[in-house]
């Protein structure tokens, strides 16, 4: 009888043993995976890595990427001198229609047809001369001065995220070193494991403080210089409709003065 209870006792100690041994292999791998590191996304490891102070860098990031795409739609030719309202605009002042030239012009919601339908209306026909220049280019001068406030106030945004993007990078930096001597003074000792936090927030602020204000500064001249193109265009036209008009008016006196031949 206690031959065959030991039996029993036998068989349950090799069926729960393996089975205990396996329950503490599994234990010990699930700690171990616990204890592992986990690997960080790209999104972790150069953005969450860099602390609150990435947001305010993202969102100017942002809006970079915002003024760069409307400030290519808002320059577009079509909107400042198209081709069509401009033959149309020379031929009429061609044949001296000047108030169907301002008609026109005031028809059309483009820098050239506001340009046009402000200046023209200055044109003095009691001047044949020129037809009174003077005044047509001031007022001329008058409207660019005042349009260009418009026109280069989203330009403009993109210079000032290239200057504050780096002071939002520099601030980010000395947050970090901030912690870093912090946990310095705290720990009493240089274990990196402590400072890598504070030095990503250190490092990547002004990593991408740099990105934007790379991105940013080179958009600003180029597009600014595209906005000059555009509104010197304009002004050409005019010129150029005022001078055919003069021209027309006074062919018979530039011709007279002009010699046939030479005796």
Same mark, same amino acid.
């Given at each position: 009888?206690?031959?065959?209870?030991?039996?029993?006792?036998?068989?349950?100690?090799?069926?729960?043993?393996?089975?205990?041994?396996?329950?503490?292999?599994? @234990?010990?791998?699930?700690?171990?995976?616990?204890?592992?590191?986990?690997?960080?996304?790209?999104?972790?490891?150069?953005?969450?890595?860099?602390?609150?102070?990435?947001?305010?860098?993202?969102?100017?990031?942002?809006?970079? +990427?915002?003024l760069?795409?409307?400030?290519?739609?808002?320059?577009?030719?079509?909107?400042?001198?198209?081709?069509?309202?401009? +033959?149309?605009?020379?031929?009429?002042?061609?044949?001296?229609?000047?108030?169907?030239a301002?008609?026109?012009?005031?028809?059309?919601? @483009?820098?050239?047809?506001?340009?046009?339908?402000?200046?023209?209306?200055?044109?003095?026909?009691?001047?044949?001369?020129?037809l009174?220049k003077?005044?047509?280019?001031?007022?001329?001068?008058?409207? @660019?001065?005042?349009?260009?406030?418009?026109?280069?106030?989203?330009?403009?945004?993109?210079a000032?995220?290239?200057?504050?993007?780096?002071?939002?990078?520099?601030?980010?930096?000395?947050?970090?070193?901030?912690?870093?001597?912090?946990?310095?003074?705290?720990?009493?000792?240089?274990?990196?494991?402590?400072?890598?936090?504070?030095?990503?927030?250190?490092?990547?602020? @002004?990593?991408?403080?740099?990105?934007?204000?790379?991105?940013?500064?080179?958009?600003?001249?180029?597009?600014?210089?595209?906005?000059?193109?555009?509104?010197?265009e304009?002004?050409?036209?005019?010129?150029?409709?005022?001078?055919?008009?003069?021209?027309?008016?006074?062919?018979?006196?530039?011709?007279?003065?002009?010699?046939?031949?030479?005796?």
């Amino acid at each position: 009888m206690l031959k065959q209870f030991l039996q029993v006792l036998l068989l349950l100690v090799c069926a729960v043993y393996p089975y205990s041994l396996h329950a503490k292999m599994l @234990t010990t791998e699930e700690a171990a995976e616990a204890a592992a590191p986990q690997e960080q996304t790209m999104l972790d490891k150069w953005i969450i890595a860099g602390g609150w102070t990435m947001i305010p860098i993202m969102l100017v990031e942002a809006f970079i +990427v915002f003024l760069v795409i409307y400030n290519m739609v808002a320059l577009k030719k079509e909107k400042f001198c198209p081709e069509d309202l401009k +033959v149309t605009l020379l031929q009429l002042m061609a044949e001296c229609r000047i108030r169907s030239a301002i008609e026109v012009a005031a028809g059309s919601p @483009t820098y050239l047809g506001r340009l046009v339908a402000y200046a023209l209306p200055n044109v003095d026909a009691t001047r044949p001369e020129d037809l009174g220049k003077d005044a047509i280019e001031d007022a001329v001068a008058d409207f @660019t001065a005042n349009e260009s406030r418009s026109v280069f106030k989203w330009i403009n945004m993109l210079a000032l995220c290239a200057q504050i993007s780096p002071m939002l990078g520099l601030f980010g930096t000395v947050q970090g070193m901030v912690g870093a001597f912090g946990t310095l003074s705290s720990a009493g000792q240089a274990d990196p494991t402590q400072l890598a936090g504070d030095i990503s927030v250190a490092l990547l602020t @002004t990593f991408w403080g740099l990105i934007n204000a790379i991105i940013a500064t080179p958009f600003f001249f180029f597009q600014k210089g595209i906005a000059n193109a555009q509104i010197a265009e304009c002004i050409g036209t005019v010129q150029e409709m005022v001078n055919t008009s003069i021209n027309v008016v006074n062919a018979e006196a530039q011709l007279a003065r002009i010699p046939e031949g030479l005796a």
